[in-house]
């Protein structure tokens, strides 16, 4: 192990990832085998198009689904009201900024869309400043909802170990 690598049991930075209206049990599922993985809070806005018990979520989270720390929230507006506004990030891929751009800290709140649709405009325009987009080719529309979830929440992990890192 180098200077600038320490094992993850020594890191205890706890994000939430938010789920708003999520439609795919293997997305939800895969999303929170991350979030145990990474010690991280899944939030879930209700309604969900399926059932939080549906096996594919299960076989998708496997053994660790009972080691999730999951939250339901009847609306967005529960989620916002208990964190500071300027820790909640939302990502679509309508943001100007990419997630690389801001300066993560323990305790942020990524927000994530149905993947369908993404999250709805006129929360993404009452939140702007604080709207984040992965890069992709214009080929696609999106990339899969549980990848981009590991994308920003893996960076958000890295700079809070090693802030000094570019």
């Given at each position: 192990?180098?200077?600038?690598e320490?094992?993850?049991?020594?890191?205890?930075?706890?994000?939430?990832?938010?789920?708003?209206?999520?439609?795919?049990?293997?997305?939800?599922?895969?999303?929170?085998?991350?979030?145990?993985?990474?010690?991280?809070?899944?939030?879930?806005?209700?309604?969900?198009?399926?059932r939080?018990?549906?096996?594919?979520?299960?076989?998708?989270?496997?053994?660790?689904?009972?080691?999730?720390?999951?939250?339901?929230?009847?609306?967005?507006?529960?989620?916002?009201?208990?964190?500071?506004?300027?820790?909640?990030?939302?990502?679509?891929?309508?943001?100007k900024?990419?997630?690389?751009?801001?300066?993560?800290q323990?305790?942020?709140?990524?927000?994530?869309?149905?993947?369908?649709?993404?999250?709805?405009?006129?929360?993404?325009?009452?939140?702007?400043?604080?709207?984040?987009?992965?890069?992709?080719?214009?080929?696609?529309?999106?990339?899969?909802?549980?990848?981009?979830?590991?994308?920003?929440?893996?960076?958000?992990?890295?700079?809070?170990?090693?802030?000094?890192?570019?």
């Open positions: 192990m180098n200077d600038t320490a094992p993850f049991s020594q890191i205890k930075p706890r994000l939430h990832i938010v789920l708003f209206e999520p439609e795919i049990p293997q997305n939800t599922g895969n999303i929170g085998r991350l979030c145990v993985g990474a010690d991280c809070d899944l939030h879930i806005v209700k309604p969900a198009r399926f939080l018990d549906d096996a594919a979520i299960k076989r998708a989270g496997l053994d660790y689904w009972q080691h999730l720390k999951l939250h339901l929230h009847n609306s967005i507006q529960d989620v916002f009201s208990q964190f500071p506004p300027n820790r909640i990030f939302l990502a679509s891929t309508k943001a900024h990419c997630y690389w751009d801001n300066t993560y323990e305790g942020d709140v990524f927000v994530f869309g149905p993947e369908s649709r993404g999250l709805p405009e006129s929360l993404l325009n009452s939140h702007y400043p604080n709207c984040i987009r992965i890069p992709m080719s214009e080929k696609i529309r999106s990339i899969n909802l549980a990848n981009s979830v590991g994308i920003v929440m893996y960076e958000a992990l890295r700079q809070i170990a090693h802030p000094e890192l570019p």
